[in-house]
């Protein structure tokens, strides 16, 4: 069973401060996605990275694929009040996984106070 | 167009009942899957389908879990018995393609409670 290990598990900042939060797996994934889930609401994908050192870049959001493509992070530059939520990370593939299901981690609670 | 919808958006039965959850995909989406959020936790795989083959049931935790897809459209996720430890967010999501780097579109769930 591949398992996506996400780091930390919560986080509360204040508005205006950066952060950076790490998705880590010991397998490798063909590719890998970054959702964000507000309270009451279902998961809204952010990204989707499939090279190996991918760096994409979403207004105040930096994401990287590692080389290995085992482990990813999101990078928050000042972040905002509406900022705050759940990020999930999810993957394909991966040692026993499969090409459509989707593995999630357990998330990064973050909470950006005003 | 409309986004994948659930319902019940809240449900709230006694033990030993049976509850079906229903989902309804985005027009033309091939791929439904059904996910279970456990409260403070991620997001668990319970089962895949995708058109018209045998669908991916894996994740199903229990035989008293069950669920249906009639072709390309509405989806019933049926838990019989319902247990306390079954209460969760029942989240479906659809997709246009079943791999490679395809975006899930989630609906916002059921939240079933087991007393």
């Known amino acids: 069973t591949q398992l996506l290990e996400q780091s930390p598990q919560f986080l509360s900042i204040q508005e205006g401060e950066n952060l950076t939060v790490y998705c880590n797996s010991s397998?490798?994934?063909?590719?890998l996605q970054w959702y964000r889930q507000e309270p009451g609401e279902g998961p809204v994908l952010l990204v989707t990275?499939?090279?190996?050192?991918e760096v994409k870049k979403l207004k105040r959001l930096t994401f990287q694929f590692g080389d290995a493509r085992k482990d990813s992070s999101l990078h928050i530059t000042a972040a905002q009040p509406g900022d705050t939520g759940l990020y999930l990370c999810?993957?394909?593939?991966?040692?026993?996984?499969?090409?459509?299901?989707?593995?999630f981690g357990k998330g990064t609670l973050l909470t950006v106070n005003p | 167009g409309a986004g994948v919808s659930q319902s019940p958006s809240n449900k709230v039965t006694e033990k030993g009942k049976d509850v079906e959850l229903r989902c309804d995909p985005i027009s033309g989406h091939t791929a439904l899957y059904w996910y279970r959020q456990r409260l403070g936790q991620g997001l668990e795989f319970l089962i895949y389908?995708?058109?018209?083959?045998?669908?991916?049931k894996s994740g199903l935790p229990s035989d008293r879990f069950s669920a249906e897809r009639t072709g390309e459209s509405v989806s019933t996720l049926t838990i019989q018995r319902t247990q306390q430890e079954d209460s969760a967010v029942y989240l479906c999501?659809?997709?246009?393609?079943?791999?490679?780097?395809?975006?899930?579109?989630f609906g916002e769930g059921s939240r079933l409670t087991v007393l």
């Open positions: 389908f995708q058109g018209n083959s045998a669908p991916d």
């Open positions: 397998s490798v994934f063909s590719s």
């Open positions: 999810a993957a394909r593939g991966g040692s026993g996984g499969s090409n459509y299901k989707l593995t």
């Open positions: 999501a659809s997709s246009l393609y079943s791999g490679g780097a395809g975006e899930l579109f």
């Open positions: 990275v499939v090279t190996g050192g």
